[in-house]
Structures are given as structure tokens and as C-alpha cells.
């Protein structure tokens, strides 16, 4: 999809005539620097130096497969995108880079009054966060747990990164969703709370770390748009997910010692196929349960 965007002109208006030409010299200096700025020449002395700070927010919606062409099919013709938003702010040695985006992490405080919030990132980084809507202080609310096992939710958000792409702070909240479905997240939030002994003075607790890592393989999965598993925690203190079929089962089991388990059995010629990694190696758990799933699915 590649919407047009032209600059309207009436002939018969001629209340603006007289600066009709600012618009086209604005648009004229903007690509001659952005032509600069892509050869490796800098920021033209042309460009004034106080606007370089309020240009530098322009596009910050942009992905990274995203781009703004100006006068396209012309001789003209420049493109713009969030890598030449991170030279113009190399070349201005501009510190704080803006940016529309998607943040997964934890809500692990709120202060309504400050407007601001407390955001753990999915690398662990805690980082500042505020919101300009009170509106949003229920869902942050809702989403609130100083614990490890707050849900993981996706904040749009416009944020601050450095150059580097390290998030420094989140300046504003667009909205806030969870990641996992809510009977997943509730399930998980059900294992918590069994303590040692929960299985007839047997059983081990599950730990909040291995429910962290419980966590990111349910979220690689479901990215992987594979289907609710059946939850279980394990005697040792681990977790099963399990998807049973007519045909077979695929079961994977998350170890307290960050290994996985995983299983592919046939019901029809009694065979099976098992493979450990570490829980980390979500790429090959995801491909290895969605292979026996469609294996075996029903």
C-alpha cells in the first residue's frame, strides 16, 4: 500500500500567493539535505540549526520496512526512513532518538498523580515510563504486579532510544494490551501459588524464574499461532504443556534446571521422537512442537 500525499493548490485562492513559494523551498531544502545526509557529506550549513532538533521527530512512526519517498520517479527523488532519521541524528549528534513503536515488558508500578510509570523491559532494564491520558491509568493499573510474574503486555508507545536502539525512557503511552491470552496468563498465575507439597505432601513449587522462562516459550508459540496447550506443573517443580491428538501428543516439559523436554509420540505405531534444549533455543522448541503437531494434529 503506497498512499500519495500532494500539496492541494487553487488557482482562484489567492490569499497565500505571496508564500506559496516557502512551501516548495521548505520541501526543496529538506531533500537536498536528506541527499547530503545519504552521500556521506553532513547536514548542509544551508539547513538552520534549530530546527534539526524538531525535524528529527519526523517519521518517528515508521518501521524499519517503512519509508517516505519524496518526488518519487523524479530526479529529485529522496527517500526517508528510520535509518536516515538515526544519521541525521548522528550528524546533529542528537542523543535521544524518538520513536512510535511496540514495547513488550512488565508494569511494575504506577503513580497516578506524576503521571509516570515503572516499565521492565523483556531484558530485564528498568526504564521510566509516563503517560499524557488519564484514561490509561486503569489498564496500567490492571496490568500492575511488583512482582516477576506481572503479565507481559505490549505498550505502543512513543518512546526514547539511544543510538545504539537501548530504550531510555517510554515518553507517552497509545495503549496497552496484554501478550499471553488471559486464560493463559491465568493458569500461569495458578501455578504460582502451589507450594511445596501440593501433590499428597509430594510435589515441588514451581518457581517464579521458571515461569518467566513458561512465559517466553508460551509467547514464541503463540506467535507461531500454535494452539492453547493443556498446563500442568510437574512433581520436580517444572512444567508441561501438552497437546493430545487422535493420532498422537506433543508434550513439552520446562526443567528447573532451564533444560526442555520435548516429545513427539505416534498412537498408531507406538514411535516417538524426543529432543532437549535449553529453554532459551525458543526458535528450534517452536519448530520442533509445530513439526509433531502437524504430524499428528487432528
Known amino acids: 500500500m503506497v498512499p500519495i500525499l500532494e500539496r492541494a493548490t487553487n488557482e482562484t485562492d489567492t490569499l497565500f500567493d505571496e508564500d506559496s ?3 516548495d523551498e521548505a520541501r526543496i531544502l529538506i531533500q537536498d539535505t536528506l541527499r547530503s545526509i545519504q552521500s556521506g557529506s553532513g547536514i548542509p550549513r544551508t539547513f538552520p540549526p534549530h530546527a534539526l532538533r524538531e525535524f528529527s521527530r519526523f517519521g518517528r512512526s515508521l518501521q524499519d520496512d ?3 519517498v519524496f518526488d518519487s520517479g523524479s530526479p529529485s527523488e529522496v527517500i526517508y526512513s528510520q535509518s ?8 546533529a549528534r542528537l542523543e535521544r532518538f524518538e520513536i512510535e513503536t511496540l514495547i513488550a515488558g512488565q508494569v511494575i508500578g504506577v503513580n497516578a498523580e506524576k503521571g509516570t510509570f515503572d516499565f521492565r523491559l523483556s531484558s530485564g532494564k528498568q526504564v521510566l515510563g509516563r503517560f499524557s491520558s488519564d484514561d490509561i491509568v486503569v489498564d496500567l493499573k490492571q496490568y500492575l504486579d511488583r512482582s516477576t510474574m506481572a503479565p507481559t503486555v505490549s505498550v505502543n508507545a512513543v518512546a526514547i532510544q539511544s543510538l545504539d536502539g537501548d530504550y531510555i525512557e517510554i515518553q507517552d503511552i497509545l495503549s496497552i494490551e496484554p501478550v499471553l491470552p488471559p ?3 491465568e493458569r500461569l498465575l495458578t501455578l504460582q501459588n502451589f507450594e511445596n507439597g501440593w501433590l499428597d505432601g509430594i510435589g515441588k513449587e514451581v518457581s ?3 515461569l518467566r522462562q513458561v512465559e517466553s516459550i508460551l509467547l514464541e508459540l503463540l506467535d507461531a499461532q500454535v494452539e492453547r496447550p493443556y498446563i500442568y506443573p510437574t512433581e520436580e517443580g517444572g512444567v508441561q504443556l501438552e497437546w493430545p491428538f487422535t493420532r498422537g501428543e506433543v508434550t513439552l516439559v520446562i526443567l528447573p534446571e532451564e ?3 520435548v516429545y513427539a ?9 524426543i529432543k532437549t534444549f535449553h529453554w532459551r533455543n525458543l526458535e ?8 509433531g503437531i502437524t504430524q499428528y494434529g487432528d
Open 265 to 273: 509420540f505416534s498412537k498408531e505405531d507406538d514411535t516417538d521422537s
Open 183 to 185: 486464560e493463559w496468563s
Open 259 to 261: 533444560k526442555v523436554d
Open 66 to 68: 517503512e519509508s517516505i
Open 284 to 291: 528450534s522448541i517452536t519448530e520442533f512442537v509445530t513439526g
Open 84 to 91: 536516515v532519521r538515526r544519521l541525521i541524528h548522528e550528524k
Open 21 to 23: 513559494g516557502i512551501f
Open 208 to 210: 517464579r524464574k521458571l
